[in-house]
């Protein structure tokens, strides 16, 4: 995962911003390219931390009680 990124709302934030520089249209090929990388990459991170949130959810329902969450959940949100 890319360490570059803090956490959830920053990667929106980000996400975001690059999304609204795409739509103006007035960047080079080259840094509309790197622009829409760093997107993918935000738009994984954000998708993977929806799928953790929404397993965790469906625990809840399940079971009624709160698990741990799994080792890999959360992990950059430790060096806030």
Do not use: W
């Amino acid at each position: 995962m890319d360490q570059t990124i803090k956490d959830f709302e920053a990667a929106i934030a980000e996400l975001e911003s690059i999304v609204k520089k795409l739509e103006e249209g007035d960047l080079p090929l080259e840094t509309s390219l790197q622009l829409y990388e760093r997107g993918v990459q935000l738009s994984r991170f954000c998708h993977t931390r929806l799928e953790e949130a929404e397993r965790r959810i469906e625990i809840l329902n399940e079971r009624g009680e709160l698990k741990p969450p799994p080792a890999t959940f959360g992990e950059d949100e430790d060096n806030t």
